[in-house]
């Protein structure tokens, strides 16, 4: 696999985790969210939930990310929520070699951790709807998912015995 997607609800630690990994590897670090055009940024602080029509087109944009780092030899992680099978198969067509990450994780426990989360635009009420829309990945190929809880080394660690 030269791509990795670290996927999981808002606060289970994708950008943490990712980075990590990419600390730990030398891959190149895409960070989903920095790809989220103003109007779902607008629409997410206002405290409303993103729907399939919103997520397309960064979806697209993400797969586009991916092919073209992975055309040019490079290995690349992406923390991206990919909460849908249909998210998931739109990053697969763009790199179909991809594995993912699941971080697992309660309601509660990212309700948490979102609420204590500075400066970021996703706001813990949103947390319900991520739920709502998260179809875990059992079954898939290529999907290892770990316990969102465990220490980050720990998470990292068993990440990379998977990847290797």
Not at 87 to 111: K, M, S
Not at 118 to 134: K, N, V
Request: aromatic share 6%.
């Amino acid at each position: 696999m030269r791509a990795v997607v670290v996927m999981g609800v808002a606060g289970c630690g994708k950008s943490t985790v990712g980075a990590a990994i990419c600390n730990r590897t030398g891959a190149r670090m895409i960070e989903g969210d920095a790809f989220h055009p103003q109007s779902n940024i607008r629409k997410m602080s206002a405290g409303i939930p993103l729907d399939d029509a919103d997520r397309a087109g960064w979806l697209a944009r993400l797969g586009e990310e991916l092919a073209s780092t992975v055309a040019t030899g490079d290995t690349a992680v992406l923390a991206c929520s990919a909460l849908k099978r249909r998210y998931r198969d739109t990053l697969r067509a763009a790199a179909p070699d991809v594995g993912f990450v699941y971080l697992a994780l309660t309601p509660t426990e990212a309700a948490e951790r979102v609420s204590h989360r500075p400066g970021h635009f996703m706001p813990a009420t949103l947390i319900e709807s991520q739920f709502r829309d998260l179809e875990t990945p059992t079954g898939e190929p290529r999907v290892l998912t770990v316990n969102a809880t465990d220490p980050w080394p720990s998470i990292v660690d068993a990440v990379l015995a998977w990847w290797r």
